[in-house]
C-alpha cells in the first residue's frame, strides 16, 4: 500500500538572535582548544538589544578576551550597520562564567575517585544521544532539512558578497516535501524569511528570492507549479536580529541535526567540548549510521545510545532501520558495536575532537557537510561493517 505525506524542516541563518548565540558560544570553545586542548567548557550565551551575556563553565589555561570574541563573531556575522541596534562595536558583553565543578571533573577526568565506579574518562553527564542516515541525498541526510540549509547557506552567501544592498543578517527558510512509499518526490511549499533595510518593496524581495535563491539552489526535478512560494509572507522583517527577538543557546537542536527526521535526545551541542556526550556521542551516532547507509546494509538508519555521568561504557545501544535493513536491526547492532568504540575517551580519539573545529559546525547543520576537519562525515568504515555483516 502507498505510503504518501508531507514532512517539513526548518533551518535559520547565522543572523538569526539564537544562532548568532550559538556562534559566540562555538568561537569561545575554539579559542579554548586552540591554545589548550585539555580545556573543559561549557559556553552559553544570551543577546537582546545591545547586550550579550556570555555565562557558562570554563575551565583553561587559555588566555580568553570574551568580550573580543564575542564582537569579532558579531562583526563576521555582519551587524555592522549603522542603524543596527545589535552592532558589532557597541554591543555590551557581561561576563558571568565560572570553573567546571570538581564533582562533574572527577566523573570526566580519567583518574580513580570515592564512589565512581571505573578509573576511565566517564561521560560528562548522563543522557541518550540519536544519530541518523538516509539514503534521499548526496549527503545521507532527509531531504527537507537539507534543502532548507541549502536555501540558507545561499542567502547568506549572496548577503555577504555584498551585491545586494538591502539584504540583512537575519533569515529563516523552510521545505515541505512530498513522499510517497519513503522516497522525496516533489516539494509541495517553501518559506523563505529574510531581514531587509526599510528602503525595498516587498514585490522586489520576493521576485529576487524565488528566482535567485528557490529556483537556483532546490532540484527543478522537484518543483512543480502547485509548489507554493512564501517569501516575507508577513510582508514587512525590517527589524531582526537580538533586536527584535532574543537569542540563547542551544534553542535550534532540531536545525543543528535532521530538522525532526530523527529523533534528538535533548541535548545541545555549541560551546560544549567533547568531553560532553551530548555533544561528542551525537556525532559519534552519526557517523556510525552514515557508515551503516553508506555500506548498504539499510536505507535508513538510527542509533541510539544513553551514558551515565562518570561511567565510561554506554547503558545501552540500539539500532533501528525502520524495515529497511537487509539483516536484522540486532546482526547490525553488533557489527556496530564491534567496529566502534562508544567509549568517550575513544569517541574523542576515534574522531578527533580536540581541536579548533567548531565554528564550522555551527551554521546550516552540524550533519551533512563535506569538510575534512568533520571527520563523523567519514565512511571510511563501510568494508568492516560490511565483513562483519555477512
Given at each position: 500500500?502507498?505510503?504518501?505525506?508531507?514532512?517539513?524542516?526548518?533551518?535559520?541563518?547565522?543572523?538569526?538572535?539564537?544562532?548568532?548565540?550559538?556562534?559566540?558560544?562555538?568561537?569561545?570553545?575554539?579559542?579554548?582548544?586552540?591554545?589548550?586542548?585539555?580545556?573543559?567548557?561549557?559556553?552559553?550565551?544570551?543577546?537582546?538589544?545591545?547586550?550579550?551575556?556570555?555565562?557558562?563553565?570554563?575551565?583553561?589555561?587559555?588566555?580568553?578576551?570574551?568580550?573580543?570574541?564575542?564582537?569579532?563573531?558579531?562583526?563576521?556575522?555582519?551587524?555592522?550597520?549603522?542603524?543596527?541596534?545589535?552592532?558589532?562595536?557597541?554591543?555590551?558583553?557581561?561576563?558571568?562564567?565560572?570553573?567546571?565543578?570538581?564533582?562533574?571533573?572527577?566523573?570526566?577526568?580519567?583518574?580513580?575517585?570515592?564512589?565512581?565506579?571505573?578509573?576511565?574518562?566517564?561521560?560528562?553527564?548522563?543522557?541518550?544521544?540519536?544519530?541518523?542516515?538516509?539514503?534521499?541525498?548526496?549527503?545521507?541526510?532527509?531531504?527537507?532539512?537539507?534543502?532548507?540549509?541549502?536555501?540558507?547557506?545561499?542567502?547568506?552567501?549572496?548577503?555577504?558578497?555584498?551585491?545586494?544592498?538591502?539584504l540583512r543578517p537575519d533569515a529563516k527558510s523552510q521545505v515541505s516535501v512530498e513522499y510517497a512509499d519513503d522516497r522525496p518526490v516533489r516539494i509541495t511549499s517553501v518559506v523563505v524569511s529574510t531581514q531587509h533595510t526599510a528602503d525595498v518593496s516587498h514585490r522586489e524581495i520576493e521576485r529576487f528570492i524565488v528566482e535567485n535563491v528557490i529556483?537556483?539552489?532546490?532540484?527543478?526535478?522537484?518543483?512543480?507549479?502547485?509548489?507554493?512560494?512564501?517569501?516575507?509572507?508577513?510582508?514587512?522583517?525590517?527589524?531582526?536580529?537580538?533586536?527584535?527577538?532574543?537569542?540563547?543557546?542551544?534553542?535550534?537542536?532540531?536545525?543543528?541535526?535532521?530538522?525532526?527526521?530523527?529523533?534528538?535526545?535533548?541535548?545541545?551541542?555549541?560551546?560544549?567540548?567533547?568531553?560532553?556526550?551530548?555533544?561528542?556521542?551525537?556525532?559519534?551516532?552519526?557517523?556510525?549510521?552514515?557508515?551503516?547507509?553508506?555500506?548498504?546494509?539499510?536505507?535508513?538508519?538510527?542509533?541510539?545510545?544513553?551514558?551515565?555521568?562518570?561511567?565510561?561504557?554506554?547503558?545501552?545501544?540500539?539500532?533501528?532501520?525502520?524495515?529497511?535493513?537487509?539483516?536484522?536491526?540486532?546482526?547490525?547492532?553488533?557489527?556496530?558495536?564491534?567496529?566502534?568504540s562508544f567509549k568517550p575517551a575513544d569517541i574523542i580519539r576515534q574522531l578527533d575532537l580536540l581541536r579548533p573545529i567548531y565554528r564550522k559546525t555551527t551554521n546550516y547543520g552540524h550533519f551533512g557537510k563535506q569538510d575534512a576537519d568533520l571527520t563523523w562525515e567519514r565512511t571510511d568504515k563501510v568494508a568492516a561493517l560490511r565483513k562483519l555483516?555477512?
Amino acid at each position: 500500500m502507498s505510503r504518501q505525506f508531507i514532512f517539513s524542516s526548518e533551518s535559520v541563518g547565522e543572523g538569526h538572535p539564537d544562532k548568532v548565540c550559538d556562534t559566540i558560544s562555538d568561537a569561545v570553545l575554539d579559542a579554548c582548544l586552540a591554545q589548550d586542548r585539555r580545556s573543559r567548557v561549557a559556553c552559553e550565551c544570551y543577546a537582546k538589544s545591545n547586550v550579550v551575556v556570555v555565562g557558562g563553565e570554563i575551565t583553561t589555561r587559555a588566555d580568553l578576551d570574551l568580550a573580543r570574541i564575542a564582537r569579532e563573531t558579531i562583526r563576521d556575522i555582519g551587524y555592522v550597520n549603522e542603524d543596527d541596534v545589535f552592532h558589532a562595536d557597541r554591543v555590551f558583553v557581561l561576563n558571568i562564567t565560572t570553573q567546571q565543578s570538581p564533582d562533574i571533573s572527577q566523573g570526566v577526568d580519567a583518574v580513580a575517585a570515592a564512589g565512581k565506579k571505573k578509573a576511565e574518562q566517564g561521560a560528562g553527564d548522563q543522557g541518550l544521544m540519536f544519530g541518523y542516515a538516509c539514503d534521499e541525498t548526496p549527503e545521507l541526510m532527509p531531504a527537507p532539512i537539507m534543502f532548507a540549509h541549502h536555501l540558507g547557506r545561499e542567502l547568506t552567501r549572496i548577503r555577504k558578497r555584498g551585491n545586494v544592498s538591502w539584504l540583512r543578517p537575519d533569515a529563516k527558510s523552510q521545505v515541505s516535501v512530498e513522499y510517497a512509499d519513503d522516497r522525496p518526490v516533489r516539494i509541495t511549499s517553501v518559506v523563505v524569511s529574510t531581514q531587509h533595510t526599510a528602503d525595498v518593496s516587498h514585490r522586489e524581495i520576493e521576485r529576487f528570492i524565488v528566482e535567485n535563491v528557490i529556483r537556483k539552489t532546490l532540484p527543478a526535478r522537484l518543483l512543480t507549479r502547485q509548489t507554493q512560494f512564501l517569501v516575507n509572507p508577513t510582508g514587512r522583517f525590517v527589524v531582526g536580529g537580538p533586536q527584535g527577538d532574543t537569542g540563547l543557546t542551544g534553542r535550534k537542536i532540531i536545525v543543528d541535526t535532521y530538522g525532526g527526521m530523527g529523533r534528538h535526545g535533548g541535548g545541545c551541542f555549541s560551546g560544549k567540548d567533547p568531553s560532553k556526550v551530548d555533544r561528542s556521542a551525537a556525532y559519534m551516532g552519526r557517523y556510525v549510521a552514515k557508515n551503516i547507509v553508506a555500506a548498504g546494509l539499510a536505507r535508513r538508519c538510527e542509533i541510539q545510545f544513553a551514558y551515565a555521568i562518570g561511567y565510561p561504557d554506554p547503558v545501552s545501544v540500539s539500532v533501528d532501520t525502520f524495515g529497511t535493513g537487509i539483516i536484522p536491526d540486532s546482526k547490525i547492532t553488533e557489527a556496530a558495536c564491534a567496529v566502534f568504540s562508544f567509549k568517550p575517551a575513544d569517541i574523542i580519539r576515534q574522531l578527533d575532537l580536540l581541536r579548533p573545529i567548531y565554528r564550522k559546525t555551527t551554521n546550516y547543520g552540524h550533519f551533512g557537510k563535506q569538510d575534512a576537519d568533520l571527520t563523523w562525515e567519514r565512511t571510511d568504515k563501510v568494508a568492516a561493517l560490511r565483513k562483519l555483516a555477512r
